[in-house]
């Protein structure tokens, strides 16, 4: 590990009462710290200056206009890359992420197992019961679409934060598909899955402070609603029609066009059922229920063959 310069990013916005905090907490192994201040209302960036005279591991990176936390950590990373670094954690300010964890993540990467690591705290019941509830609904109930999207069937807690991500498998990464704001963890999975790296996750337990949460629990479902069948669409174009195509590529194929058709044909004749007052005929309502019972078997046998495509 001593021979790997590892650094963290910390997006810092509304941080000024934890900021100190969670700086004086990162390992002495980590050889730089990043911190970026995104244009926050308060005193995180006198803080952030009044630090960096007395630590020497800190770099202060200013916004001049609020880019998100996706933002945020995008510019962290694109000065750790400048600054070749191994191994970049990412890593909140508000304090609400254990840095003692920070070895944790960053050993299967120096070990050459996988490229990411993110914080599961869903691993174990007892990290599951300290979580309030309004993140349990948020991210319980995102967790499924978003395998389902980003192809990475294999990952637990989908929108935790905490996370380290190779030197060289960032410098791969294509920066125009991350988000800036509350997508951000998202987009970097999908963006993690078109150059095939591998993933892995750390049971940890986070730390709920007493300050409200700021989830707006259906405010994000929608947004993830809206932005996740176009990483889905992507991801199929991408991995199961440009780069191969195998039987997944068949079965979501045929299997679509057999839904389409039979819900298509049962609602015409349905609808045609009402007006004229006369029942449709058993002939017609197995025309429509067949290809569509058909159609689902070969999408869910697609997603079985995808589920054993994680990259590994």
Request: charged content about 20%; overall charge neutral; aromatic content about 10%.
């Amino acid at each position: 590990m001593s021979s790997s310069h590892i650094a963290v990013v910390i997006p810092a916005f509304r941080v000024e009462n934890h900021i100190a905090d969670v700086i004086s907490e990162i390992p002495s192994f980590v050889q730089t710290i990043i911190a970026v201040e995104d244009q926050s209302p308060d005193n995180t960036g006198h803080v952030l200056d009044t630090l960096a005279r007395t630590e020497p591991r800190l770099v202060v990176i200013n916004h001049e206009q609020n880019q998100g936390v996706g933002g945020a950590t995008m510019s962290g990373y694109q000065e750790a890359l400048r600054r070749e670094v191994d191994v970049i954690v990412k890593l909140d300010g508000d304090g609400q992420m254990d840095a003692s964890y920070i070895e944790r993540l960053i050993a299967p990467i120096i070990a050459g197992r996988c490229e990411y690591v993110k914080g599961n705290r869903f691993r174990y019941w007892s990290y599951l019961q300290e979580m309030p509830a309004v993140r349990k609904i948020g991210n319980l109930g995102l967790s499924f679409l978003v395998k389902a999207a980003t192809g990475y069937w294999n990952v637990f807690d989908p929108t935790n934060g905490f996370t380290a991500i190779s030197g060289e498998t960032l410098r791969r990464l294509d920066f125009r598909l991350l988000e800036e704001r509350y997508l951000f963890e998202t987009s970097m999975l999908s963006a993690l899955y078109l150059i095939d790296a591998r993933i892995k996750h750390v049971p940890m337990q986070a730390k709920y402070g007493s300050a409200p949460s700021s989830l707006k629990v259906f405010e994000s479902f929608f947004q993830f609603l809206v932005y996740l069948p176009k990483v889905m669409i992507r991801r199929f174009i991408h991995r199961y029609i440009l780069m191969d195509f195998t039987a997944i590529s068949l079965f979501v194929i045929l299997g679509l066009i057999s839904v389409s058709f039979g819900a298509t044909f049962g609602i015409y004749h349905w609808i045609q059922s009402l007006r004229t007052m006369r029942p449709a005929t058993a002939g017609t309502v197995m025309v429509s229920a067949m290809p569509v019972i058909l159609g689902f078997q070969l999408l869910l046998q697609a997603v079985v063959l995808d589920i054993q495509n994680v990259p590994k």
